[in-house]
């Protein structure tokens, strides 16, 4: 007869180092103390989740655990290198052994041992963006598709498919249909350029960042005693930012976590608002049915905003179906209210907002401790107007101004060489957008031109039509056209309206070539059609550049090193301010189709998303927070203005969380009783 006999783990008691309960509220404790087993954690915005992550690694190692059976998981290695410094400084002891990184990095390090398996070479080369460009034009320059025929996307956005497909766990053709739908005719050449670029990679032993993950993936979905090998070793696995992994990454973490089910995510649902970038929600929220018995534990107290700015961002979530619920509770005192404030239009809400900046500024709150954030580039058009008006030095999370945007520069071209037919510049940016056209050729178009056109006091079309003999085979085309929509531009009825040349220009092509060079061609193409509206308060087409070369200098004078501790106020979308915080910050634009943006509304999930995206935004605030909209603004198509519709997120929170202000034009505040 045979019996089992179960051999149970002897374990010493155990003198902890650091007073877990003494440095952790309860619920902070509650989870880093969590028994074994599968563990989500929902951390409210500043709620301490990286406190937690690194109590939780400490309270492990201190169990016993050894640093190697640990794999710490985050989204940038700063973080991980943060996190294990923090750790290494609380136990004193030699953390080395203990994997920690992005995805990626861990991809990698896990590829340089293994890949062999796939085919690579231990020394293969990882491809950074501008190789992996290069690369895929290689490949389409060799797919003999003949991109003259139709707008055919470039290198860039080719690559922004193949990326998007194997993050979304999705084919090239799903990819198309739902996010580039007007490349759908285009789809199998697409995908042959995407087989021809896979082949050259492999042959070539190089991988991209996406690579990273999905060979890894490859590896523990193919090789069984691989899979069971890592199983084996990571012990205890640790996930920070769990709501922005994508498909990829969730079954990844499952395949590592298979056998020991020790696996601990943590995030916070109400602040995923990646899904555009191949983020996947889904993860998150049925954690506890991928992991059946999970615990789910929920990090409320907040450390960074007042409970009156906290209970207006409990109550701007509260509408949200698919979501953990949970409150945030403040742990600081009392403030003031967050504030409403309607205005006429985005003139007057620029106005309000620079003036209310310098006010605070005056109180003592300095200016890189305010942000004024919006959900949409274009949406802070008027507002980097106003400030610059007002001499009041701002900066851009992403870096780069509304006006400096290459498409911006692109149609202002158009624009100034109209208005001054000498403009060199103008002409070879435009000249070099047409296919076939680079630097030596715009140089050579530009003398033929110049001689012909300005210098002989003619117009710009008659310039252009004089260097026909000169314009290479594959750009005969597009320079008849391109010479067409100058021809027109120049017409007395459009040249003094500079929104009816934007509107114009839009109209003749350059959509496109937007729809060509960049992924994100929506968003631009939005830009643009808001900057026509802008361009609308301009009585001269001069008037209008005038202004846009007057934002340039002041930019080019603040880039200065001599500026660079400059005090700046913070402009910034939303997106790019997650995980920052701010003393004051202003939410603008908050109107239906701007905020949430119109097309969010095709679909629950997309509201959702963007009521997420709006918690995001009031979470920022420690201390004042500032939300407004304009009754009116300029249609997007420069033809008048329209009366706008308070954001559906603002009519979802109650009047009594709110002080509301009215603006009066000699620029004195009034408070409804």
Same mark, same amino acid.
């Given at each position: 007869?045979?019996?089992?006999?179960?051999?149970?783990?002897?374990?010493?008691?155990?003198?902890?180092?650091?007073?877990?309960?003494?440095?952790?509220?309860?619920?902070?404790?509650?989870?880093?103390?969590?028994?074994?087993?599968?563990?989500?954690?929902?951390?409210?915005?500043?709620?301490?989740?990286?406190?937690?992550?690194?109590?939780?690694?400490?309270?492990?190692?201190?169990?016993?655990?050894?640093?190697?059976?640990?794999? *710490?998981? @985050?989204?940038?290695?700063?973080?991980?290198?943060?996190?294990?410094?923090?750790?290494?400084?609380?136990?004193?002891?030699?953390?080395?052994?203990?994997?920690?990184?992005?995805?990626?990095?861990? $991809?990698?390090?896990?590829?340089?041992?293994?890949?062999?398996?796939? $085919?690579?070479?231990?020394?293969?080369?990882?491809?950074?963006?501008?190789?992996?460009?290069?690369?895929?034009?290689?490949?389409?320059?060799?797919?003999?598709?003949?991109?003259?025929?139709?707008?055919?996307?470039?290198?860039?956005?080719?690559?922004?498919?193949?990326?998007?497909?194997?993050?979304?766990?999705?084919? /090239?053709?799903?990819?198309?249909?739902?996010?580039?739908?007007?490349?759908?005719?285009?789809?199998?050449?697409?995908?042959? /350029?995407?087989?021809?670029?896979?082949?050259?990679?492999?042959?070539? #032993?190089?991988?991209?960042?996406?690579?990273?993950? %999905?060979?890894? *993936?490859?590896?523990?979905?193919?090789?069984?005693?691989?899979?069971?090998?890592?199983?084996?070793?990571?012990?205890?696995?640790?996930?920070?930012?769990?709501?922005?992994?994508?498909?990829?990454?969730?079954?990844?973490?499952?395949?590592?976590?298979?056998?020991?089910?020790?696996? %601990?995510?943590?995030?916070?649902?109400?602040?995923?608002?990646?899904?555009?970038?191949?983020?996947?929600?889904?993860?998150?929220?049925?954690?506890?049915?991928?992991?059946? $018995?999970?615990?789910?534990?929920?990090?409320?107290?907040?450390?960074?905003?007042?409970?009156?700015?906290?209970?207006?961002?409990?109550?701007?979530?509260? &509408?949200? /179906?698919?979501?953990?619920?949970?409150?945030?509770?403040?742990?600081?005192?009392?403030?003031?209210?967050?504030?409403?404030?309607?205005?006429?239009?985005?003139?007057?809400?620029?106005?309000?907002?620079?003036?209310?900046?310098?006010?605070?500024?005056?109180?003592? /709150?300095?200016?890189?401790?305010?942000?004024?954030?919006?959900?949409?580039?274009?949406?802070?058009?008027?507002?980097?107007?106003?400030?610059?008006?007002?001499?009041?030095?701002?900066?851009?999370?992403?870096?780069?101004?509304?006006?400096?945007?290459?498409?911006?520069?692109?149609?202002?071209?158009?624009?100034?060489?109209?208005?001054?037919?000498?403009?060199?510049?103008?002409?070879?940016?435009?000249?070099?957008?047409?296919? #076939?056209?680079?630097?030596? @050729?715009?140089?050579?178009?530009?003398?033929?031109?110049?001689?012909?056109?300005?210098?002989?006091?003619?117009?710009?079309?008659? #310039?252009?039509?004089?260097?026909?003999?000169?314009?290479?085979?594959?750009?005969?085309?597009?320079?008849?056209?391109?010479?067409?929509?100058?021809?027109?531009?120049?017409?007395?009825?459009?040249?003094?309206?500079?929104?009816? %040349?934007?509107?114009?220009?839009?109209?003749? $092509?350059?959509?496109?070539?937007?729809?060509?060079?960049?992924?994100?061609?929506?968003?631009?193409?939005?830009?643009?059609?808001?900057?026509?509206?802008?361009?609308?308060?301009?009585? @001269?087409?001069?008037?209008?550049?005038?202004?846009?070369?007057?934002?340039?200098?002041?930019?080019?004078?603040?880039?200065?090193?001599?500026?660079?501790?400059?005090?700046?106020?913070?402009?910034?979308?939303?997106?790019? &301010?997650?995980?920052?915080?701010?003393?004051?910050?202003?939410?603008?634009?908050?109107? !239906?189709?701007?905020?949430?943006?119109?097309?969010?509304?095709?679909?629950?999930?997309?509201?959702?998303?963007?009521?997420?995206?709006?918690?995001?935004?009031?979470?920022?605030?420690?201390?004042?927070?500032?939300?407004?909209?304009?009754?009116?603004? &300029?249609?997007?198509? #420069?033809?008048?203005?329209?009366?706008?519709?308070?954001?559906?997120?603002?009519?979802?929170?109650?009047?009594?969380?709110?002080?509301?202000?009215?603006?009066?034009?000699?620029?004195?505040?009034?408070?409804? !009783?």
């Amino acid at each position: 007869m045979s019996r089992e006999y179960v051999l149970r783990p002897f374990k010493a008691s155990r003198e902890l180092r650091i007073d877990y309960a003494g440095e952790l509220n309860t619920q902070q404790l509650e989870a880093v103390t969590a028994p074994p087993g599968p563990a989500l954690v929902i951390a409210g915005a500043g709620s301490g989740k990286t406190r937690t992550l690194i109590y939780r690694v400490a309270y492990l190692l201190e169990q016993g655990i050894p640093p190697e059976r640990l794999l *710490l998981v @985050t989204f940038t290695n700063k973080a991980a290198r943060e996190m294990m410094r923090r750790t290494g400084e609380l136990l004193g002891g030699d953390l080395s052994g203990l994997w920690g990184g992005t995805f990626h990095s861990i $991809g990698n390090r896990i590829l340089r041992r293994e890949g062999e398996r796939l $085919g690579y070479r231990r020394d293969f080369t990882i491809l950074d963006r501008e190789d992996a460009k290069e690369l895929v034009q290689a490949c389409l320059d060799e797919a003999d598709i003949d991109v003259r025929a139709t707008r055919f996307p470039k290198a860039d956005v080719l690559g922004e498919i193949y990326s998007l497909a194997i993050n979304t766990n999705r084919s /090239v053709a799903q990819v198309i249909e739902s996010q580039f739908d007007y490349f759908r005719g285009l789809t199998a050449s697409i995908e042959e /350029v995407g087989r021809r670029y896979a082949e050259r990679k492999r042959s070539r #032993g190089v991988m991209d960042f996406d690579d990273l993950l %999905m060979l890894w *993936l490859r590896l523990l979905r193919e090789h069984a005693d691989l899979r069971e090998q890592y199983q084996r070793r990571f012990q205890f696995i640790l996930v920070d930012e769990y709501q922005d992994t994508n498909a990829v990454q969730g079954e990844v973490i499952d395949l590592m976590a298979e056998r020991h089910r020790q696996v %601990m995510v943590v995030g916070d649902d109400s602040q995923s608002i990646y899904s555009w970038r191949g983020a996947d929600f889904q993860n998150i929220l049925r954690f506890p049915e991928r992991y059946p $018995g999970a615990r789910v534990y929920r990090i409320e107290a907040n450390y960074r905003s007042t409970p009156e700015i906290l209970s207006l961002a409990n109550a701007a979530i509260a &509408a949200n /179906v698919q979501q953990f619920a949970k409150a945030l509770t403040a742990v600081r005192r009392s403030g003031t209210k967050p504030v409403l404030a309607p205005c006429g239009d985005a003139h007057e809400q620029a106005a309000f907002v620079a003036q209310r900046i310098l006010e605070l500024r005056d109180e003592g /709150v300095p200016l890189e401790e305010m942000a004024v954030l919006y959900r949409s580039h274009f949406h802070a058009l008027e507002l980097q107007l106003e400030l610059t008006r007002r001499n009041i030095p701002f900066s851009i999370t992403s870096g780069i101004r509304f006006f400096e945007q290459a498409h911006i520069k692109d149609v202002a071209a158009y624009l100034r060489l109209v208005t001054n037919p000498r403009d060199e510049l103008a002409f070879k940016r435009l000249t070099r957008m047409l296919p #076939g056209v680079g630097g030596k @050729t715009a140089d050579r178009l530009w003398r033929q031109y110049d001689e012909c056109g300005p210098a002989s006091g003619r117009a710009v079309a008659a #310039g252009l039509q004089a260097c026909v003999a000169m314009v290479p085979k594959k750009s005969e085309v597009a320079w008849t056209e391109f010479a067409v929509v100058l021809s027109q531009l120049e017409a007395a009825e459009v040249r003094r309206q500079p929104a009816a %040349m934007l509107s114009l220009v839009l109209d003749a $092509g350059y959509g496109d070539y937007l729809k060509a060079q960049y992924a994100n061609y929506r968003a631009r193409l939005e830009d643009l059609e808001q900057l026509t509206g802008f361009a609308r308060q301009f009585g @001269t087409t001069e008037d209008f550049l005038a202004q846009l070369a007057l934002l340039t200098n002041v930019e080019a004078e603040e880039e200065r090193p001599a500026n660079k501790d400059t005090e700046q106020l913070r402009l910034s979308t939303i997106h790019q &301010a997650k995980g920052l915080e701010y003393q004051v910050v202003f939410v603008i634009m908050l109107c !239906d189709g701007l905020f949430p943006s119109a097309r969010s509304l095709n679909s629950p999930e997309g509201e959702e998303e963007e009521r997420r995206l709006f918690y995001v935004a009031v979470t920022r605030a420690k201390n004042e927070l500032y939300l407004s909209y304009p009754f009116l603004r &300029a249609t997007a198509r #420069g033809d008048g203005a329209a009366m706008q519709t308070v954001s559906r997120f603002l009519r979802e929170i109650p009047a009594d969380l709110m002080d509301e202000w009215h603006l009066h034009p000699d620029g004195e505040a009034g408070w409804r !009783d």
